[in-house]
């Protein structure tokens, strides 16, 4: 047996103090670290979400703060409007275009980058870049895009033929493309899409490549063909995360208005009118708190039934 | 130096559907002062939860823990003048091996040339002063092990707890590495428990093994006393590869290991032969021994030979084997507890 | 010792066509799935990089150039028969005539003190969700994160009303309190993935090495949570930048706007439109989010796909 080891020779260790160990304390320790955020939390959404409810059914002015209950009569008087009602039809056929059309291109785009191709590096990054930018700097690029008479894209439209003279689209020179009803919500859906879909399309991305490796060697190895594949294994396996790209990318739609307010502050003739641009011009535009409140708290139902999916979601990744 | 004695120790925790679970249930454990203790059972038997509560990162539902004849349920790890090496070895991956060994001795706050030294000292013993700038990912799994020890040893606690420290070593690795390990504990004599579900390591490095299933302990005692004398049959399985045949008999279990499994032509003395019908089915040859594979009165038991017996049994026909009768444990039909005395 | 087993036949297969392979439609195959890739690649390069290159290209354009009347010459060129060479008058226009750059200080000090609260709330509630707080912390967690999905659209009016209580209207303070309500949320739930990654070993190692368990946190989980408070740095700074709604609502007064509000709101004169400095406000923060949002994707999506997606 080989020799005992002896230590070399310590200095006096302190000894171990027996006071409560308050910062060990799961029980203590817990709380005080979560509480400053959902203060702040409850304090900056919570109450702000309530007040904005109740604004919904007062008549709050920016001139007179005292909220006084007049029940539905905002609600009535909205729903009477043409304005609103505008608003909340263009809200709703703006949000479910988008979002079909960014679910096939995402699906799309995600599939190219998931193969393997020579700078794809760089193809991410551009593709990235709508969603990476500030949203109210690029409104103001697509809207030099669209402002006749210098827009570069009626430019192009005369260079192969379709504006100008002669054109086999337009006789005019431009399109107008804010100024004429449809082609101003036309405009502004092409906006929204190209925002939103470098989000979806990374979102699908990584439930893509989360597909497990050994999952598609199998069905390679039973000679299934790429198309077989796509249907069968990729598309299935992706409908949660396809579900997740889809409710982000309605919310982000559904409660936008910078694009509308940089591009056409919902003209002509509120043919691009939502729900989040209208509230916003009543309640601060024209200080009518109660009135911008009652439009907004359309976005609610819309929100909470997204929560719910969302937490459904999450649960169930939870459970697996 | 010291003991470590638990009593009546018992963890709870709410299962899924809210009800109590008892991951330790009444646990009564003494180890002695310098002793290498083995807590052996399967995966989710509790011998973790009960290593974690002494080492004071799980509290206790109910019962005492106590080190060295204090009772420090209400201590914090860092009280406990205890060292553990996890499973993984828990190895700090931002600092390098010197900074990981330096970890404790900054904790207590001892001075840097102090340090120096006790990390000198540590690094020496195991044979890591070549290790001392690297980080842990630079590192093999067998000297992330001696870092982890050498990060224990370190501050000279009174006791070791190490949580299958061996589970991440290749097998061959892993033969060097408890011999390694057992010597060591041996020369610095500093009392030891260590958790592992590998029999072999259990039987190889305890002084004693405490075997635990569902949160009990169903048999403390030294290997031997473990393999030769199993309280039940649950210990009678869980040890010995093969395990051990159980075989029912009226209104009792007899057990027998399979190296003393032999066919009856080959005993010398008769008088104290049990005998007992073999039919073998499949025979497995290991090297240096074969075990064959068959059934007792329908049950699956199994032989084990040294290479160099001749054998000539045939698959499928019923051959006359036989056990001696001291090699015979019987045990409870009902409770699996072991029955003593003649039989 | 012999065995005596049954062998096992599969049953006949009666019809179907095999598994056919033909080498050359095969290489045809590989060479036409390979063009459509790339030309779908790069349709959607052009339609997402489009916009940027035109403004870039704006930036550069002298007047006359630009504002031809009708338009003659390729407006995509500054080297044409009839165009002019590029400039960078607007440039030095947008930098020293206009009040671009206190836009800029303006967003830098809301950015930076946003990310100082974010951090100082969101971290010790992420690490409590994650560590202490038994069953119930992932489902708080998620709550939380849905806070994220409530927008300014619908908070801004209630939120003028606090703002105008605490005095700070027209001030950048108002942003540097309300931004924060949707920073932390995102980004309590994004370091609670990095918090659940770092092993729980490591911590109870610190314990056992002599630290409190506040103290393990500080010494082993904060030096390992580097890369995930950097994403949360970065997150909550872009997204302070993103930022419009409550910026237009609350901020009046030019000295105190930010690049979002200001660039958009202050650079547009009735009528006349300085285009050029208009692009050129937009392109300097643009790419510059752009690149270190691109830094740091794959961070983020890990939080965008609520756990849905593992690995």
């Given at each position: 047996m080989a020799a005992p080891i002896a230590p070399p020779p310590t200095v006096p260790r302190t000894a171990p103090d027996t006071n409560r160990?308050?910062?060990?304390?799961?029980?203590?320790?817990?709380?005080?670290?979560?509480?400053p955020a959902v203060i702040y939390i409850v304090a900056l959404v919570g109450v702000p979400l309530v007040?904005?409810?109740?604004?919904?059914?007062?008549?709050?002015?920016v001139g007179d703060q005292s909220i006084d209950w007049v029940g539905l009569k905002n609600f009535r008087n909205s729903w009477g409007n043409a304005a609103f009602q505008k608003a909340l039809k263009n809200s709703l056929i703006f949000t479910f275009v988008t979002q079909a059309l960014v679910m096939i291109l995402g699906n799309i785009l995600a599939l190219v980058l998931a193969s393997d191709f020579k700078g794809k590096r760089l193809v991410r990054?551009?593709?990235?870049?709508?969603w990476a930018t500030p949203v109210a700097l690029v409104a103001v690029g697509w809207w030099w895009i669209f402002s006749p008479p210098y827009s570069a894209l009626d430019y192009i439209l005369r260079e192969i033929g379709a504006l100008g003279p002669g054109g086999w689209?337009?006789?005019?020179?431009n399109a107008y493309w804010l100024a004429l009803p449809d082609r101003a919500q036309f405009s502004v859906v092409l906006v929204q899409v190209w925002r939103v879909l470098p989000l979806a399309t990374v979102i699908l991305l990584a439930g893509l490549t989360a597909i497990p490796q050994d999952v598609r060697e199998a069905a390679n190895l039973d000679g299934a063909g790429y198309m077989r594949q796509l249907v069968w294994i990729r598309l299935p396996l992706l409908a949660p995360i396809m579900l997740v790209a889809f409710l982000f990318g309605t919310v982000f739609v559904f409660s936008d208005m910078i694009i509308v307010y940089i591009m056409t502050r919902g003209q002509p003739n509120d043919a691009t009118q939502v729900i989040p641009h209208l509230a916003f011009m009543r309640g601060v535009q024209s200080g009518d708190l109660a009135s911008g409140a009652s439009v907004?708290?359309?976005?609610?139902?819309v929100l909470a039934g997204v929560a719910a999916l969302m937490l459904r979601t999450a649960r169930r990744a939870e459970t697996s | 130096m010291a003991t470590v004695e638990t009593r009546k120790l018992t963890k709870e925790f709410t299962g899924h559907a809210g009800e109590g679970v008892f991951a330790v249930n009444g646990i009564d454990l003494a180890i002695k002062d310098g002793e290498f203790m083995v807590l052996l059972g399967p995966s989710g038997c509790g011998k973790t939860t009960l290593l974690r509560m002494i080492g004071g990162l799980e509290h206790p539902t109910s019962g005492d823990i106590l080190i060295g004849d204090h009772i420090v349920n209400?201590?914090?790890?860092?009280?406990?003048?205890?060292?553990?090496?996890?499973?993984?070895?828990a190895l700090y991956p931002h600092l390098n091996v010197y900074n990981n060994i330096a970890f404790p001795l900054r904790a207590a706050k001892m001075p840097r040339e102090e340090q120096k030294k006790q990390i000198e000292w540590a690094a020496g013993i195991l044979g890591i002063e070549e290790l001392l700038k690297r980080k842990p990912r630079q590192l093999s799994g067998g000297q992330r092990q001696r870092v982890a020890l050498a990060r224990a040893i370190v501050r000279h606690p009174n006791v070791f707890l190490l949580d299958e420290p061996l589970s991440n070593l290749d097998a061959q690795r892993r033969a060097s590495a408890r011999d390694e390990l057992q010597q060591f504990q041996r020369r610095i004599g500093t009392t030891t428990i260590y958790v592992t579900h590998d029999q072999v390591e259990a039987m190889g490095m305890g002084d004693r093994i405490a075997v635990i299933d569902k949160g009990s302990i169903r048999q403390i005692g030294t290997p031997e006393e473990i393999y030769d004398e199993p309280a039940d049959t649950f210990v009678a399985t869980f040890l010995g590869s093969p395990p051990m045949n159980l075989v029912k008999r009226d209104d009792e279990i007899l057990g027998f290991r399979p190296e003393h499994f032999f066919p009856a032509s080959q005993a010398g003395s008769t008088d104290d032969l049990v005998p007992l019908q073999f039919t073998p089915l499949r025979e497995e040859y290991l090297g240096a021994e074969r075990l064959v594979y068959g059934d007792v009165d329908g049950v699956r038991a199994i032989a084990r030979f040294p290479s160099t017996t001749h054998l000539e049994i045939e698959a499928g026909h019923k051959v006359d084997f036989a056990v001696r009768r001291q090699h015979l444990k019987r045990f409870d039909i009902e409770t699996g507890l072991r029955r003593y005395g003649a039989g | 010792m012999s065995s005596q087993l049954q062998p096992i036949a599969p049953p006949p297969i009666e019809s179907g066509p095999g598994i056919s392979y033909n080498p050359r439609t095969a290489r045809a195959k590989r060479i036409g799935a390979r063009a459509a890739l790339y030309s779908t690649a790069m349709f959607f390069v052009i339609f997402a990089a489009m916009p940027f290159a035109w403004m870039i290209l704006t930036i550069f354009k002298q007047n006359a150039d630009l504002y031809q009347q009708p338009m003659q010459k390729s407006p995509f060129s500054f080297w044409g028969e009839l165009n002019q060479p590029p400039t960078l008058e607007n440039l030095r226009f947008l930098l020293w005539d206009t009040n671009y750059l206190v836009f800029?200080?303006?967003?830098?000090?809301?950015?930076f003190f946003t990310v100082v609260i974010t951090l100082l709330l969101a971290m010790p509630a992420a690490y409590a969700l994650t560590r202490l707080s038994g069953g119930w912390g992932e489902s708080l967690g998620i709550a939380i994160f849905l806070v994220y999905l409530i927008p300014p659209t619908l908070l801004f009016l209630p939120m003028t009303r606090i703002i105008s209580e605490l005095n700070l209207k027209n001030s950048i303070w108002s942003l540097v309190v309300v931004y924060p309500t949707f920073t932390i949320p995102f980004c309590t739930w994004l370091l609670m993935g990095f918090f659940k990654s770092i092993p729980w070993d490591v911590e109870e190692q610190a314990m056992i090495d002599g630290y409190s368990r506040f103290g393990a946190i500080i010494r082993a989980v904060l030096p390992l949570s580097v890369p995930g408070i950097l994403t949360v740095i970065v997150f909550s700074f872009t997204l302070s930048l993103h930022e419009f709604v409550y910026s237009l609502a609350f901020v009046t007064s030019t000295a105190n706007k930010t690049i979002s509000t200001g660039v958009t709101t202050e650079l547009i004169r009735g009528d006349i439109y300085f285009w050029q400095a208009l692009m050129a406000a937009s392109v300097l923060v643009a790419i510059p989010i752009a690149i270190l949002y691109n830094l740091f994707l794959d961070r983020f999506i890990a939080g965008f796909t609520l756990g849905a997606v593992k690995g």
């Open positions: 160990y308050l910062l060990d304390r799961e029980k203590f320790l817990g709380p005080i670290m979560l509480l007040i904005a409810i109740a604004y919904a059914f007062s008549d709050v002015t990054f551009l593709i990235l870049l709508p689209w337009s006789n005019d020179n907004a708290v359309f976005l609610f139902p | 209400d201590l914090p790890p860092r009280a406990r003048s205890i060292a553990m090496v996890f499973q993984s070895y | 800029v200080k303006n967003s830098l000090v809301v950015g």
